[in-house]
């Protein structure tokens, strides 16, 4: 299942990526011919859960002080400032697209595996 999940950046809050891999997973499970609503609802509710995954990503592998540092940027907004994070993940997670490409490939995986049961 190749994925071009290497191009996903560390902004939490880029849908049109997010909806590019959810629309990725509607194709490989088949979900192409739902109904518009339908799909929109499919594609939205994949876009949030990898939104998850990649939070989930992060503090996995980040380190306490790390974390920390990590919650103080969420501390007043859902979204943090993306310059600020990005320096966070250079100096914590110095391979985090390798991270984000072999989590989403897995997410990607589960993804269409459930919803082609």
Do not use: C, W
């Not at 609802?41 to 592998?61: F, P």
Request: charge should be negative; proline fraction near 3%.
């Amino acid at each position: 299942m190749s994925v071009t999940t290497n191009t996903m950046t560390s902004d939490l809050n880029n849908s049109d990526q997010s909806k590019e891999i959810a629309d990725l997973i509607i194709e490989q499970a088949y979900l192409s011919n739902l109904p518009e609503a339908d799909k929109n609802y499919v594609r939205e509710n994949l876009a949030l859960q990898i939104t998850r995954r990649l939070g989930l990503i992060i503090m996995e592998n980040l380190n306490e002080e790390g974390r920390l540092e990590y919650s103080q940027l969420l501390e007043n907004s859902l979204i943090p400032d993306q310059e600020k994070l990005q320096e966070l993940l250079d100096k914590y997670i110095p391979d985090y697209a390798e991270k984000v490409k072999v989590g989403l490939d897995e997410f990607i995986k589960e993804a269409v595996a459930s919803l082609t049961k």
